[in-house]
């Protein structure tokens, strides 16, 4: 069991989510809002994607960034910045020709998907370890070996934490050899992401031999997403975990009852601390996850 769990809100994520909920942060003030909030009841990290304002379409704009970690900073609540670069690699294709992208696309290179972390420096970024077929239809998310290794080796030499997204156990398979290679100081960080198809089924018999795979030393959290994401909270902290809740995965407090990121969370805090465990402060989170010192402006 871990017993200094970090807790990390994902305010809006990518998903055709902001129809569903008018909780749903959409432009750069309303997500920074969110992340204070989050941080507020009890995260020590907030994940961020951003949204073009005018329609809540997901975005790779550096200045939508610039603008949502601005307002969080110049707020003064201190929590820890996650900033999603996982943009840019979904690949929708036509069926009757798989050499032709269709509307939905956005596929770049692997540097193509981090100037906002060039530019803003936070604290971790998210690196997505792996290609899958994304949902229903013809939908494909694309990150090879060869745009991993040259996402990685950039991430690193900005001295940014990479957070390393495992979407099934082949991601992490390789997300391991990354960290004998050498392209992930320590310690590493992994999130175990289970429930999206079609990735990782949310089965706790498969979280738990996916934990049993992670190299010595390492760090990681755990999600599931719907219904599942606050059994998962409990079943993260007890086979050693973190933890991470949010609108990005899940839009419900209880059946038929819309949620905030600030009650997701206060949900996740109270399954922590009645397991016996401590909620990390931010500061406790740098310490564990062996951040570097970042100004605050």
Known sequence: MNHEVIVTCALTGAGDTTRRS???????????ESAIEAANAGAAVVHIHVREPETGAPSRDVALYREAVRLVKESGVDV???LTAGMGGDLVIDAEDPLKPVDGTDLVNAHDRLPHVEELLPDICTLDCGSLNFGEGNQLYVSTPDMLRTGAKRIQELGVKPELEIFDTGNLWFATKMVEEGLIDPPPLFQLCMGIPYGAPPDPGLLQAMVHLLPEGAQWASFAIGRDQMPWVAQSVLLGGHVRVGLEDNLYLARGVKATNGQLVERAVDIVQKLGANIATPGQAREILGLKERANA
């Open 80 to 82: 820890v910045v996650n």
């Open 22 to 32: 008018p909780h749903v942060p959409v432009s750069p003030a309303q997500i920074a």
